[in-house]
């Protein structure tokens, strides 16, 4: 599964020329073009569905029918 | 015993027995009318916090059985957990096709994940061994559902201090290398490992600590300490030793990718980004492309940014 990053580079917040940060007045940087980036995600993993056990060496999903404790929850 | 008739959230834990645990700095109480129900397992004993008062208070009960789940939907994991909303809180319910269809037990919180009332179910015979009632995942959600709430986030990592050069963080999916990592940098440098699979990130005085979690990978470390998070890497294989700066939009979306927030939310959720755009601000992130021996030690130990 991919989701689409945010975009990067492009023009951040701009007060009297100076880019503003956390109300400090910073040099200005480069601009960017903005580009969209796009993430590799792992929906299994990130839900905290996934386990090992003594069964199995990846993520059992699902199909698990061990109640005990999972050796290596979702590493 | 008669059968769950309600699954409204009691306001004060019930039961004779209590122990508490404390992890990422989140403490969770147990209260029961057995000991054997709040007693922590093995490896949760190093994480056990004598403190009384906790920031989740959770309540045992023992069920005849459970009744049909009613409530809104919310997210269903595609495993083992199913979430709803009801009664103005929450109610996970949690299921094994080792058991059939009904829920071997259940968890109903409120919305701030402050107060909660765990069901078990009789009906769902164990293997004769003694059921830990906040067995994973029921734990784990509890700490990153109580984190998104605007106090820090879970990532899937291997966190780890080095005497000399202090907290280093390894991010990685499965399979990216983190027990690798945390083999390599313990036999080679001594380094203490606080998790070589999930690591809690707070922000304690502006900075961005990370915490040990119980919850370990293939190498088995967990520790309940914490230290200052130096430097980030995001682990992927490769044919030679790399680390490359990472711009900071990119950096959040690889946190991102590699965090457990609660999907079903959006408060929960934007926190939780807003949170990862806090740790790239302090904190900097590199993409390392790695060779599993002793020379990505090695490699991380000249890297001065």
């Known amino acids: 599964m991919e989701v689409v990053v945010g975009v990067e580079g492009g023009l ?9 940060e956390d109300g400090a007045p910073q040099k200005k940087k480069p601009y960017e073009s903005p580009k969209i980036s796009v993430i590799s995600l792992r929906p299994e993993e990130a839900v905290l569905g996934a386990c090992k056990n003594s069964s ?4 059992v999903l699902g199909a698990c029918t061990n109640v005990g404790p999972c050796m290596a929850p979702g590493s | 015993m008669h059968a769950d008739t309600s699954d409204a959230v009691i306001a004060q834990p019930v039961g004779m027995h209590r122990s508490c645990i404390r992890i990422g700095d989140v403490s969770i109480g147990l209260t029961a009318d057995s000991a054997n129900d709040v007693e922590p397992t093995r490896e949760m004993t190093r994480f056990r916090t ?6 989740i208070d959770v309540s045992v009960q023992w069920t005849d059985r459970l009744q049909d789940p009613d409530g809104r939907k919310l997210f269903d994991s595609g495993s083992v957990w199913i979430l709803r909303e009801k009664d103005g809180g929450f109610v996970f319910d949690f299921a094994s096709p080792a058991f059939g269809r009904q829920p071997y037990k259940r968890l109903s919180v409120d919305r701030e994940f402050t107060k909660a009332r765990l069901l078990l179910n009789r009906e769902c015979p164990g293997d004769g061994r003694r059921v830990y009632p906040l067995e994973y995942p029921l734990d784990e959600l509890l700490v990153t559902n109580w984190l998104a709430r ?4 879970e990532v899937h990592g ?4 080095d005497e000399g050069t202090g ?3 390894f991010l990685g ?10 083999r390599l940098w313990n036999s080679l440098r001594a380094a203490h490992v606080l998790s070589d699979d999930r690591i809690i990130l707070r922000k304690h005085s502006n900075e961005i600590w990370m915490h040990g979690t119980p919850w370990h990978g293939e190498a088995g470390f967990a520790s309940p300490d914490k230290t200052k998070v130096k430097q980030i890497f995001v682990l992927e294989h490769g044919d030679r030793n790399e680390v490359i700066p990472l711009p900071q939009t990119r950096a959040v979306a690889e946190l991102f990718a590699r965090c457990f927030p609660p999907f079903y939310g959006h408060g929960p959720l934007a926190f939780t980004l807003s949170f990862l755009h806090q740790i790239t601000n302090c904190v900097p992130c590199y993409r390392f492309r790695f060779v599993p021996d002793e020379s990505a030690v090695s490699e991380i130990l000249n890297f001065h940014g």
């Open chain 1, 12 to 20: 951040s917040h701009y007060a009297g020329g100076l880019m503003v």
């Open chain 1, 56 to 59: 199995s060496a990846g993520p």
């Open chain 2, 50 to 55: 004598d403190r009384t008062d906790c920031d």
């Open chain 2, 150 to 153: 605007a106090r820090g986030v």
């Open chain 2, 158 to 161: 291997c966190g780890l201090v």
């Open chain 2, 167 to 169: 907290g280093h963080l």
């Open chain 2, 173 to 182: 999916h499965s399979g990216a290398g983190k027990s690798t990592t945390a």
